[in-house]
């Protein structure tokens, strides 16, 4: 999966930035919902960045309906989601391919 530096979420932008990992506080990515952005280690595998986008999406899911999940259901959603995809070859685009 490639990593886009912009993603559409429930009718707003987000910047997607990859960083450096010293500036993540030893984390592997963080959103900011209010401010319609996401960051990225750019230091770790590829995988486990499409994994992190994955995590910071569903935090978003969280905060924009307030669903109030913790953080251990929020981790197992975005690892099912991302090997549910991967295994698959699952993408989506315009062509339905």
């Known amino acids: ?53 994955l995590h910071e999406i569903v935090e978003c899911i969280d905060a924009h309906f307030d669903l109030k999940l913790n953080h251990t259901a929020i981790e197992c959603l975005e690892e099912a989601l991302y090997l549910v995809l991967k295994e698959n070859k699952l993408h989506f685009d315009e062509q339905g391919e």
Not at 17 to 44: M, P, T
Request: with cysteine; charged share 30%; aromatic share 8%.
């Open 1 to 53: 999966m490639h990593i886009p530096e912009k993603i559409k979420f429930l009718g707003h932008e987000y910047s997607v930035e990859q960083v450096c990992s010293n500036q993540l506080d030893g984390a592997n990515g963080e959103s900011w919902y209010k401010l319609c952005k996401i960051r990225i280690d750019k230091d770790i595998p590829q995988t486990r960045k499409e994994s992190v986008l």
